[in-house]
Protein backbone atom coordinates (compact mmCIF):
# COMPACT_ATOMS: atom_id res chain seq x y z
CA UNK A 1 0.00 0.00 0.00
CA UNK A 2 1.37 3.34 -0.78
CA UNK A 3 1.66 6.28 1.88
CA UNK A 4 -1.60 7.99 2.68
CA UNK A 5 -1.45 11.50 1.48
CA UNK A 6 -4.18 14.04 3.33
CA UNK A 7 -4.70 17.47 1.46
CA UNK A 8 -7.51 20.10 2.25
CA UNK A 9 -8.37 23.63 1.04
CA UNK A 10 -10.34 25.82 3.77
CA UNK A 11 -14.58 25.30 3.31
CA UNK A 12 -15.79 28.61 2.12
CA UNK A 13 -18.24 30.31 3.48
CA UNK A 14 -21.49 30.21 0.73
CA UNK A 15 -22.46 33.13 1.53
CA UNK A 16 -21.94 34.92 -2.00
CA UNK A 17 -20.85 33.19 -4.92
CA UNK A 18 -16.83 32.33 -5.52
CA UNK A 19 -14.11 34.86 -6.12
CA UNK A 20 -10.48 34.74 -7.73
CA UNK A 21 -9.72 34.06 -4.30
CA UNK A 22 -11.30 30.74 -3.66
CA UNK A 23 -10.54 29.49 -7.03
CA UNK A 24 -6.39 30.46 -5.99
CA UNK A 25 -6.90 28.26 -3.03
CA UNK A 26 -8.27 25.41 -5.07
CA UNK A 27 -6.50 25.56 -8.00
CA UNK A 28 -3.32 25.37 -5.39
CA UNK A 29 -4.47 22.33 -3.37
CA UNK A 30 -5.09 20.72 -6.29
CA UNK A 31 -1.70 20.68 -8.07
CA UNK A 32 -0.57 19.72 -4.97
CA UNK A 33 -2.82 16.95 -5.18
CA UNK A 34 -2.20 15.85 -8.63
CA UNK A 35 1.46 15.93 -7.95
CA UNK A 36 1.29 13.72 -5.10
CA UNK A 37 -0.45 11.26 -6.70
CA UNK A 38 2.35 11.28 -9.31
CA UNK A 39 4.77 10.53 -7.15
CA UNK A 40 2.82 7.57 -5.60
CA UNK A 41 1.02 8.66 -2.65
CA UNK A 42 -2.60 7.51 -1.68
CA UNK A 43 -4.15 10.74 -2.15
CA UNK A 44 -7.41 12.26 -0.17
CA UNK A 45 -8.04 15.89 -1.38
CA UNK A 46 -11.12 17.33 0.20
CA UNK A 47 -12.82 20.77 -0.22
CA UNK A 48 -16.13 22.39 0.73
CA UNK A 49 -18.00 24.68 2.14
CA UNK A 50 -19.11 25.90 5.28
CA UNK A 51 -22.26 26.29 5.87
CA UNK A 52 -23.58 27.83 9.28
CA UNK A 53 -23.07 30.49 11.59
CA UNK A 54 -24.36 34.09 12.09
CA UNK A 55 -22.94 35.46 9.21
CA UNK A 56 -25.16 32.65 6.41
CA UNK A 57 -28.05 34.19 8.68
CA UNK A 58 -27.87 37.55 8.27
CA UNK A 59 -27.07 37.00 4.35
CA UNK A 60 -30.25 35.25 3.88
CA UNK A 61 -32.58 37.43 6.38
CA UNK A 62 -31.18 40.47 3.93
CA UNK A 63 -32.24 38.32 0.47
CA UNK A 64 -35.35 37.13 2.02
CA UNK A 65 -34.28 33.50 1.39
CA UNK A 66 -34.51 30.56 4.33
CA UNK A 67 -30.74 29.74 5.45
CA UNK A 68 -30.46 26.42 4.17
CA UNK A 69 -32.28 27.53 0.26
CA UNK A 70 -28.92 30.18 0.79
CA UNK A 71 -26.20 27.18 1.64
CA UNK A 72 -27.59 24.94 -1.21
CA UNK A 73 -27.75 27.57 -3.88
CA UNK A 74 -24.50 28.99 -3.03
CA UNK A 75 -22.52 25.73 -2.40
CA UNK A 76 -23.85 24.50 -5.76
CA UNK A 77 -22.02 27.62 -7.32
CA UNK A 78 -18.58 26.55 -5.36
CA UNK A 79 -18.63 22.91 -6.66
CA UNK A 80 -19.56 24.31 -10.02
CA UNK A 81 -16.38 26.18 -10.09
CA UNK A 82 -14.28 23.01 -8.69
CA UNK A 83 -15.38 20.99 -11.39
CA UNK A 84 -14.87 23.79 -14.30
CA UNK A 85 -11.29 24.47 -12.79
CA UNK A 86 -10.42 20.59 -13.13
CA UNK A 87 -10.22 20.57 -9.08
CA UNK A 88 -9.78 16.68 -8.77
CA UNK A 89 -11.58 16.88 -5.08
CA UNK A 90 -12.31 13.15 -3.60
CA UNK A 91 -14.83 15.14 -1.62
CA UNK A 92 -16.58 18.15 -1.29
CA UNK A 93 -18.07 18.23 2.31
CA UNK A 94 -20.84 20.49 3.36
CA UNK A 95 -20.95 21.10 6.69
CA UNK A 96 -25.01 20.45 6.96
CA UNK A 97 -23.95 16.78 5.36
CA UNK A 98 -25.23 14.32 8.20
CA UNK A 99 -22.24 12.31 8.72
CA UNK A 100 -20.46 16.14 9.61
CA UNK A 101 -23.28 16.48 12.65
CA UNK A 102 -22.26 13.32 13.84
CA UNK A 103 -18.29 13.88 13.94
CA UNK A 104 -18.66 17.67 15.03
CA UNK A 105 -21.04 16.39 18.33
CA UNK A 106 -18.11 13.25 19.17
CA UNK A 107 -15.47 16.12 19.32
CA UNK A 108 -17.12 18.11 21.38
CA UNK A 109 -18.33 15.09 23.90
CA UNK A 110 -14.38 14.10 23.57
CA UNK A 111 -13.16 17.60 24.61
CA UNK A 112 -16.08 17.85 27.51
CA UNK A 113 -14.98 14.24 29.04
CA UNK A 114 -11.60 15.96 29.13
CA UNK A 115 -12.91 18.33 31.24
CA UNK A 116 -12.00 21.81 29.36
CA UNK A 117 -15.71 22.80 28.37
CA UNK A 118 -17.61 25.02 31.18
CA UNK A 119 -21.02 27.23 30.82
CA UNK A 120 -20.23 30.78 31.47
CA UNK A 121 -21.20 34.25 31.07
CA UNK A 122 -19.57 35.21 27.58
CA UNK A 123 -19.31 39.04 27.35
CA UNK A 124 -17.36 40.37 24.34
CA UNK A 125 -16.65 41.43 20.92
CA UNK A 126 -17.44 39.93 17.90
CA UNK A 127 -17.19 40.33 14.33
CA UNK A 128 -20.03 38.71 11.98
CA UNK A 129 -18.24 38.92 8.78
CA UNK A 130 -15.00 37.27 10.52
CA UNK A 131 -16.87 35.35 12.76
CA UNK A 132 -14.80 35.74 15.33
CA UNK A 133 -14.39 36.85 18.70
CA UNK A 134 -11.85 39.55 19.49
CA UNK A 135 -10.12 40.72 22.72
CA UNK A 136 -10.70 44.74 23.43
CA UNK A 137 -6.89 45.18 23.07
CA UNK A 138 -7.11 43.56 19.50
CA UNK A 139 -9.48 46.14 18.00
CA UNK A 140 -8.52 49.38 16.10
CA UNK A 141 -10.60 52.50 15.35
CA UNK A 142 -12.50 53.21 12.61
CA UNK A 143 -14.26 55.81 11.48
CA UNK A 144 -15.75 57.90 13.83
CA UNK A 145 -14.55 55.91 16.41
CA UNK A 146 -16.20 52.80 15.65
CA UNK A 147 -14.44 49.81 16.54
CA UNK A 148 -12.83 47.17 13.77
CA UNK A 149 -11.73 44.24 14.57
CA UNK A 150 -7.84 43.53 13.38
CA UNK A 151 -9.50 42.60 9.98
CA UNK A 152 -11.01 45.98 9.29
CA UNK A 153 -14.21 44.17 9.93
CA UNK A 154 -17.29 45.64 12.55
CA UNK A 155 -17.70 44.12 15.67
CA UNK A 156 -20.71 44.25 17.59
CA UNK A 157 -20.64 43.96 21.38
CA UNK A 158 -22.09 40.21 22.53
CA UNK A 159 -23.51 38.73 25.80
CA UNK A 160 -24.48 35.51 26.14
CA UNK A 161 -24.71 32.49 28.53
CA UNK A 162 -21.95 30.26 26.27
CA UNK A 163 -19.79 27.72 26.28
CA UNK A 164 -16.43 27.39 26.95
CA UNK A 165 -13.53 25.76 25.38
CA UNK A 166 -10.03 25.80 28.20
CA UNK A 167 -8.02 27.06 25.22
CA UNK A 168 -6.00 28.97 28.05
CA UNK A 169 -4.57 25.40 29.19
CA UNK A 170 -3.11 24.91 25.81
CA UNK A 171 -0.86 27.55 25.78
CA UNK A 172 2.13 25.62 26.69
CA UNK A 173 1.22 22.69 24.76
CA UNK A 174 1.20 24.54 21.70
CA UNK A 175 4.21 26.16 22.13
CA UNK A 176 5.69 23.39 22.95
CA UNK A 177 4.27 21.77 19.33
CA UNK A 178 5.51 24.94 17.38
CA UNK A 179 8.97 23.96 19.00
CA UNK A 180 9.16 20.76 18.09
CA UNK A 181 7.83 21.06 15.01
CA UNK A 182 8.60 24.08 12.58
CA UNK A 183 7.08 22.78 9.60
CA UNK A 184 3.57 22.71 11.79
CA UNK A 185 2.88 26.43 10.52
CA UNK A 186 4.26 27.65 7.25
CA UNK A 187 5.62 30.00 5.88
CA UNK A 188 7.73 31.25 8.32
CA UNK A 189 5.98 34.77 8.24
CA UNK A 190 2.88 33.01 9.64
CA UNK A 191 4.93 30.87 11.85
CA UNK A 192 6.35 34.10 13.61
CA UNK A 193 2.79 35.99 13.97
CA UNK A 194 1.17 33.02 15.81
CA UNK A 195 4.28 32.54 18.42
CA UNK A 196 3.93 36.10 19.15
CA UNK A 197 -0.08 35.99 19.32
CA UNK A 198 -0.12 32.28 21.52
CA UNK A 199 3.11 33.91 23.55
CA UNK A 200 1.05 37.11 24.71
CA UNK A 201 -1.61 34.21 26.49
CA UNK A 202 -4.72 32.75 25.65
CA UNK A 203 -8.28 33.55 27.04
CA UNK A 204 -10.66 30.87 27.08
CA UNK A 205 -12.81 30.83 24.34
CA UNK A 206 -16.55 31.30 23.72
CA UNK A 207 -17.62 27.91 21.66
CA UNK A 208 -21.71 28.14 21.41
CA UNK A 209 -24.64 29.63 20.85
CA UNK A 210 -27.74 30.90 22.27
CA UNK A 211 -29.00 34.12 20.20
CA UNK A 212 -29.50 31.94 16.58
CA UNK A 213 -30.06 28.01 15.99
CA UNK A 214 -28.14 27.88 12.68
CA UNK A 215 -25.83 24.91 13.78
CA UNK A 216 -24.89 21.86 15.12
CA UNK A 217 -26.47 21.47 18.02
CA UNK A 218 -24.12 20.89 21.61
CA UNK A 219 -25.34 17.84 23.14
CA UNK A 220 -26.89 17.74 25.74
CA UNK A 221 -27.21 21.53 26.23
CA UNK A 222 -30.78 22.53 24.50
CA UNK A 223 -30.85 26.25 23.39
CA UNK A 224 -26.47 26.01 22.37
CA UNK A 225 -25.40 25.27 18.64
CA UNK A 226 -21.46 25.30 18.16
CA UNK A 227 -19.71 28.28 17.43
CA UNK A 228 -19.36 27.83 13.35
CA UNK A 229 -15.37 27.26 14.18
CA UNK A 230 -15.80 24.76 16.28
CA UNK A 231 -17.93 22.83 13.30
CA UNK A 232 -16.00 24.12 10.35
CA UNK A 233 -12.45 22.66 11.36
CA UNK A 234 -14.09 19.34 12.09
CA UNK A 235 -14.87 19.09 8.83
CA UNK A 236 -10.88 17.53 8.24
CA UNK A 237 -11.96 15.04 10.56
CA UNK A 238 -15.43 14.27 9.03
CA UNK A 239 -13.95 13.70 5.52
CA UNK A 240 -11.52 11.45 7.53
CA UNK A 241 -13.69 9.01 8.90
CA UNK A 242 -13.92 10.20 11.86
CA UNK A 243 -15.32 8.98 14.50
CA UNK A 244 -16.12 5.77 13.32
CA UNK A 245 -12.63 5.06 11.96
CA UNK A 246 -10.56 3.40 10.72
CA UNK A 247 -8.63 6.80 9.84
CA UNK A 248 -6.42 5.54 7.16
CA UNK A 249 -5.57 9.35 6.22
CA UNK A 250 -5.70 11.14 9.41
CA UNK A 251 -3.56 12.96 10.48
CA UNK A 252 -3.69 15.63 7.54
CA UNK A 253 -0.68 15.96 5.86
CA UNK A 254 -1.69 19.77 4.28
CA UNK A 255 -4.22 21.94 5.73
CA UNK A 256 -4.17 24.55 2.76
CA UNK A 257 -5.60 28.17 4.19
CA UNK A 258 -5.41 31.88 3.53
CA UNK A 259 -3.54 34.23 5.66
CA UNK A 260 -6.70 35.61 7.65
CA UNK A 261 -7.37 32.05 8.73
CA UNK A 262 -4.05 31.05 10.32
CA UNK A 263 -4.99 31.72 13.74
CA UNK A 264 -8.30 29.36 13.92
CA UNK A 265 -6.31 26.24 11.58
CA UNK A 266 -2.79 26.80 14.03
CA UNK A 267 -4.08 27.61 17.71
CA UNK A 268 -7.78 26.89 18.30
CA UNK A 269 -7.39 23.42 16.02
CA UNK A 270 -4.61 21.62 17.59
CA UNK A 271 -6.08 22.71 20.70
CA UNK A 272 -9.13 20.94 20.22
CA UNK A 273 -7.69 18.18 18.84
CA UNK A 274 -5.00 17.78 21.69
CA UNK A 275 -8.02 18.08 24.24
CA UNK A 276 -10.04 15.31 22.08
CA UNK A 277 -7.00 12.76 21.97
CA UNK A 278 -6.74 13.28 18.20
CA UNK A 279 -3.46 13.35 16.23
CA UNK A 280 -2.54 16.40 14.51
CA UNK A 281 -2.13 17.59 11.51
CA UNK A 282 1.46 17.95 9.75
CA UNK A 283 1.17 21.15 8.61
CA UNK A 284 -1.01 24.32 8.14
CA UNK A 285 0.22 26.36 5.92
CA UNK A 286 -1.17 30.17 4.75
CA UNK A 287 -1.27 31.33 1.39
CA UNK A 288 -0.95 34.51 0.63
CA UNK A 289 -4.02 36.75 -0.82
CA UNK A 290 -4.58 37.72 -4.25
CA UNK A 291 -5.20 41.15 -5.69
CA UNK A 292 -6.74 42.75 -8.27
CA UNK A 293 -3.84 44.97 -9.76
CA UNK A 294 -2.52 45.34 -6.22
CA UNK A 295 -5.62 46.03 -4.88
CA UNK A 296 -7.54 44.66 -2.35
CA UNK A 297 -10.77 42.89 -3.72
CA UNK A 298 -14.13 44.74 -2.69
CA UNK A 299 -17.70 44.33 -3.90
CA UNK A 300 -17.30 48.47 -3.34
CA UNK A 301 -14.32 48.67 -5.67
CA UNK A 302 -16.26 46.37 -8.66
CA UNK A 303 -12.76 44.42 -9.29
CA UNK A 304 -14.23 41.36 -7.78
CA UNK A 305 -14.12 38.64 -10.56
CA UNK A 306 -15.71 35.61 -11.32
CA UNK A 307 -13.32 32.98 -11.74
CA UNK A 308 -15.78 30.93 -14.02
CA UNK A 309 -15.58 34.20 -16.79
CA UNK A 310 -11.75 34.51 -16.02
CA UNK A 311 -11.65 30.47 -17.09
CA UNK A 312 -13.56 31.21 -20.15
CA UNK A 313 -11.66 34.01 -21.01
CA UNK A 314 -7.97 33.01 -20.79
CA UNK A 315 -8.69 29.08 -20.72
CA UNK A 316 -8.93 26.74 -17.44
CA UNK A 317 -5.25 25.99 -18.03
CA UNK A 318 -4.17 29.76 -18.42
CA UNK A 319 -5.85 30.73 -15.01
CA UNK A 320 -4.12 27.80 -13.57
CA UNK A 321 -0.97 28.21 -15.16
CA UNK A 322 -0.93 32.25 -13.97
CA UNK A 323 -2.14 32.20 -10.75
CA UNK A 324 0.87 29.23 -9.79
CA UNK A 325 3.65 31.00 -11.79
CA UNK A 326 3.09 34.25 -11.08
CA UNK A 327 2.23 34.21 -7.24
CA UNK A 328 5.56 32.98 -5.28
CA UNK A 329 3.49 30.86 -2.81
CA UNK A 330 2.68 32.05 0.51
CA UNK A 331 3.16 35.50 -1.06
CA UNK A 332 0.04 38.20 -1.79
CA UNK A 333 0.33 38.04 -5.69
CA UNK A 334 -1.66 40.66 -7.80
CA UNK A 335 -3.51 39.34 -11.29
CA UNK A 336 -4.70 41.77 -14.63
CA UNK A 337 -6.15 40.48 -17.59
CA UNK A 338 -2.82 42.18 -19.45
CA UNK A 339 -0.92 40.22 -16.43
CA UNK A 340 -2.37 37.20 -17.45
CA UNK A 341 -2.05 36.92 -21.28
CA UNK A 342 1.71 38.24 -21.25
CA UNK A 343 2.64 35.44 -18.80
CA UNK A 344 0.45 32.41 -20.80
CA UNK A 345 1.26 33.77 -24.09
CA UNK A 346 5.22 33.48 -23.14
CA UNK A 347 5.57 30.72 -21.04
CA UNK A 348 2.93 27.78 -22.07
CA UNK A 349 1.56 28.82 -25.47
CA UNK A 350 5.09 30.32 -27.10
CA UNK A 351 7.81 28.33 -25.65
CA UNK A 352 6.01 25.38 -24.51
CA UNK A 353 2.80 25.06 -26.47
CA UNK A 354 4.59 25.52 -29.89
CA UNK A 355 7.54 23.62 -28.87
CA UNK A 356 4.80 20.59 -28.91
CA UNK A 357 2.82 21.80 -31.38
CA UNK A 358 6.08 22.09 -34.05
CA UNK A 359 7.60 19.30 -33.42
CA UNK A 360 4.26 16.97 -33.20
CA UNK A 361 2.97 18.26 -36.62
CA UNK A 362 6.31 18.10 -38.39
CA UNK A 363 6.23 14.49 -37.24
CA UNK A 364 2.74 13.77 -38.28
CA UNK A 365 3.24 15.27 -41.49
CA UNK A 366 6.59 14.00 -42.49
CA UNK A 367 6.75 11.10 -40.96
CA UNK A 368 3.12 9.83 -41.33
CA UNK A 369 3.56 10.22 -37.47
CA UNK A 370 5.44 7.15 -37.20
CA UNK A 371 7.75 7.76 -34.14
CA UNK A 372 11.32 8.74 -35.80
CA UNK A 373 14.16 5.76 -36.07
CA UNK A 374 17.39 6.03 -33.82
CA UNK A 375 19.11 8.07 -36.02
CA UNK A 376 22.53 9.63 -36.21
CA UNK A 377 22.83 10.62 -32.82
CA UNK A 378 25.53 13.65 -31.26
CA UNK A 379 26.26 14.88 -27.67
CA UNK A 380 23.52 17.55 -27.95
CA UNK A 381 21.46 15.13 -27.93
CA UNK A 382 22.11 13.44 -25.21
CA UNK A 383 22.80 16.90 -23.08
CA UNK A 384 18.98 17.94 -23.86
CA UNK A 385 18.23 14.95 -22.20
CA UNK A 386 20.16 15.56 -19.59
CA UNK A 387 18.60 18.94 -19.06
CA UNK A 388 15.29 18.07 -19.31
CA UNK A 389 15.62 15.61 -16.85
CA UNK A 390 17.29 18.31 -14.19
CA UNK A 391 14.77 20.93 -15.11
CA UNK A 392 11.89 18.26 -14.11
CA UNK A 393 13.50 17.29 -11.08
CA UNK A 394 14.06 20.74 -10.11
CA UNK A 395 10.03 20.97 -10.30
CA UNK A 396 9.51 17.79 -8.16
CA UNK A 397 11.64 19.26 -5.27
CA UNK A 398 10.30 22.42 -5.33
CA UNK A 399 6.89 20.94 -5.03
CA UNK A 400 7.90 18.52 -2.37
CA UNK A 401 8.38 21.57 -0.31
CA UNK A 402 5.40 23.93 -1.71
CA UNK A 403 7.53 26.07 -3.41
CA UNK A 404 5.09 26.01 -6.64
CA UNK A 405 6.29 29.06 -8.84
CA UNK A 406 9.98 27.85 -8.12
CA UNK A 407 9.07 24.28 -9.61
CA UNK A 408 7.61 26.13 -13.03
CA UNK A 409 10.81 28.07 -12.96
CA UNK A 410 12.74 25.31 -13.07
CA UNK A 411 10.95 23.31 -15.75
CA UNK A 412 10.37 26.33 -18.02
CA UNK A 413 14.41 26.14 -17.86
CA UNK A 414 13.66 22.37 -19.38
CA UNK A 415 11.72 23.87 -22.06
CA UNK A 416 13.57 26.90 -22.76
CA UNK A 417 16.68 24.14 -23.60
CA UNK A 418 14.98 22.58 -25.97
CA UNK A 419 13.50 25.73 -27.60
CA UNK A 420 17.18 26.53 -28.15
CA UNK A 421 17.99 23.05 -29.39
CA UNK A 422 15.01 23.13 -32.10
CA UNK A 423 17.34 26.59 -33.28
CA UNK A 424 20.46 25.23 -33.38
CA UNK A 425 19.66 21.67 -34.74
CA UNK A 426 16.72 23.10 -37.20
CA UNK A 427 15.52 19.97 -38.00
CA UNK A 428 13.28 21.08 -40.66
CA UNK A 429 16.34 22.09 -42.87
CA UNK A 430 17.65 18.45 -41.90
CA UNK A 431 14.89 16.48 -44.06
CA UNK A 432 16.50 17.05 -47.10
CA UNK A 433 20.01 17.73 -46.21
CA UNK A 434 20.65 14.75 -43.49
CA UNK A 435 17.49 12.57 -42.38
CA UNK A 436 19.38 10.15 -40.16
CA UNK A 437 20.36 13.21 -37.92
CA UNK A 438 16.77 14.79 -38.45
CA UNK A 439 14.84 11.55 -37.14
CA UNK A 440 17.78 11.52 -33.94
CA UNK A 441 16.94 15.19 -33.11
CA UNK A 442 12.71 14.78 -33.62
CA UNK A 443 13.29 11.20 -31.18
CA UNK A 444 15.22 13.51 -28.82
CA UNK A 445 12.51 15.75 -28.80
CA UNK A 446 9.70 13.97 -28.51
CA UNK A 447 11.14 12.34 -25.35
CA UNK A 448 11.67 15.82 -23.81
CA UNK A 449 8.23 16.60 -24.74
CA UNK A 450 7.08 14.01 -23.07
CA UNK A 451 8.59 14.08 -19.62
CA UNK A 452 8.04 17.92 -19.72
CA UNK A 453 4.43 16.96 -20.54
CA UNK A 454 4.29 14.70 -17.11
CA UNK A 455 5.84 17.18 -15.06
CA UNK A 456 3.35 19.76 -15.54
CA UNK A 457 0.47 17.60 -15.44
CA UNK A 458 -0.32 19.19 -12.16
CA UNK A 459 -0.54 22.28 -13.12
CA UNK A 460 -2.44 22.31 -16.72
CA UNK A 461 -3.94 18.78 -16.61
CA UNK A 462 -6.15 19.53 -19.68
CA UNK A 463 -3.04 20.47 -22.23
CA UNK A 464 -0.49 18.07 -20.97
CA UNK A 465 -3.11 15.25 -20.90
CA UNK A 466 -3.66 16.58 -24.81
CA UNK A 467 0.22 16.51 -26.03
CA UNK A 468 0.15 13.36 -24.15
CA UNK A 469 -2.72 11.32 -25.69
CA UNK A 470 -1.49 12.62 -29.46
CA UNK A 471 2.18 10.77 -28.02
CA UNK A 472 0.39 7.90 -26.97
CA UNK A 473 1.90 7.97 -23.46
CA UNK A 474 0.17 6.35 -21.11
CA UNK A 475 2.06 5.84 -17.72
CA UNK A 476 2.23 9.90 -16.53
CA UNK A 477 3.54 8.82 -12.79
CA UNK A 478 6.72 9.85 -11.66
CA UNK A 479 8.04 6.55 -11.84
CA UNK A 480 7.42 6.89 -16.16
CA UNK A 481 9.55 9.82 -16.38
CA UNK A 482 12.86 8.36 -17.79
CA UNK A 483 11.58 5.26 -18.84
CA UNK A 484 13.50 4.70 -22.28
CA UNK A 485 11.65 1.50 -22.71
CA UNK A 486 8.35 3.55 -23.41
CA UNK A 487 9.93 5.30 -26.66
CA UNK A 488 11.06 1.76 -27.88
CA UNK A 489 7.40 -0.15 -27.13
CA UNK A 490 5.56 2.90 -28.46
CA UNK A 491 7.95 3.32 -31.89
CA UNK A 492 7.31 -0.73 -32.11
CA UNK A 493 3.67 -0.58 -31.73
CA UNK A 494 3.22 1.37 -34.75
CA UNK A 495 1.61 4.04 -32.91
CA UNK A 496 1.05 7.28 -35.38
CA UNK A 497 1.58 10.73 -34.07
CA UNK A 498 -1.49 12.61 -35.49
CA UNK A 499 -1.84 15.76 -36.34
CA UNK A 500 -2.49 18.03 -32.96
CA UNK A 501 -4.27 20.85 -32.34
CA UNK A 502 -2.60 22.86 -29.86
CA UNK A 503 -2.68 22.32 -26.45
CA UNK A 504 -1.63 25.81 -25.60
CA UNK A 505 -3.50 28.17 -27.85
CA UNK A 506 -2.28 32.01 -28.05
CA UNK A 507 -4.65 34.48 -25.73
CA UNK A 508 -5.99 37.89 -26.96
CA UNK A 509 -5.89 40.70 -24.81
CA UNK A 510 -9.86 40.45 -24.32
CA UNK A 511 -11.52 43.55 -25.22
CA UNK A 512 -13.72 44.71 -22.48
CA UNK A 513 -12.42 42.82 -19.46
CA UNK A 514 -10.27 45.86 -17.58
CA UNK A 515 -12.30 48.72 -16.77
CA UNK A 516 -10.77 51.56 -18.52
O1 LIG B 1 -12.64 31.79 5.91
N1 LIG B 1 -7.01 35.66 -2.03
O2 LIG B 1 -14.22 31.09 4.40
P1 LIG B 1 -14.02 32.18 3.24
C1 LIG B 1 -6.67 34.42 -1.65
N2 LIG B 1 -15.29 29.45 6.13
N3 LIG B 1 -7.40 33.67 -0.80
C2 LIG B 1 -8.50 34.21 -0.29
C3 LIG B 1 -8.92 35.53 -0.63
C4 LIG B 1 -8.11 36.26 -1.56
N4 LIG B 1 -8.41 37.47 -1.96
N5 LIG B 1 -10.07 35.77 0.04
C5 LIG B 1 -10.34 34.66 0.77
C6 LIG B 1 -13.57 31.07 5.59
N6 LIG B 1 -9.40 33.72 0.58
C7 LIG B 1 -14.00 29.95 6.52
C8 LIG B 1 -12.96 28.86 6.49
S1 LIG B 1 -12.01 26.45 7.22
C9 LIG B 1 -12.34 25.32 8.43
C10 LIG B 1 -13.26 27.66 7.36
C11 LIG B 1 -9.33 32.38 1.19
O3 LIG B 1 -15.03 31.83 2.21
C12 LIG B 1 -9.42 32.44 2.70
O4 LIG B 1 -8.20 32.80 3.25
O5 LIG B 1 -14.02 33.54 3.81
C13 LIG B 1 -9.83 31.02 3.02
O6 LIG B 1 -8.69 30.18 3.09
C14 LIG B 1 -10.71 30.63 1.83
O7 LIG B 1 -10.44 31.61 0.81
C15 LIG B 1 -12.19 30.63 2.16
O8 LIG B 1 -12.55 31.90 2.69
Redesign the pocket.
Known amino acids: MSAPYYIT?????PNGRP????A??AIAADAIARFQRQAGRDVRFQTGT?EHGLKMVQTARDRGIGVRALADEMSGHFQAMCDALAISYDRFIRTTDADHHRASQAIWEAMAEAGDLYLDRYEGWYSVRD?AFYDEKELVDGEGGAKLSPQGTPVTWTAEETWFFRLSKYQQPLLDLYDANPDFIRPESRRNEILRFVEGGLSDLSVSRTSFDWGVPVPGSPGHVMYV?VD??T??LTGAGYPHGPMPHWPADLHL?????VR??AVYWPAFLLSAGIALPKTVFG?????HRGE??SKSLGNVVDPLDLSRVFGVDGLRYFLLREVSFGQDGSYSAEAIVTRVNAELANAFGNLAQRTLSFIAKNLEGAFPEPGRSDPADAMLIEEVVVACAGLKTAFEDLMLSQGIEAWLRGVYACNQYIDVQAPWSLRKTDPDRMHAVLGTLVRAIRMLAIAILPVVPRGAAHILDILGAEARDHDAVDDDAWYARTAASGFRIATPTPAFPRLEMPVEAEPA
Do not use: C, P, R, V
Not at 9 to 13: D, P
Not at 287 to 291: A, K, P
Open positions: TAISYHIGHYEDEWALNYIGKDIFHHGFLLKM
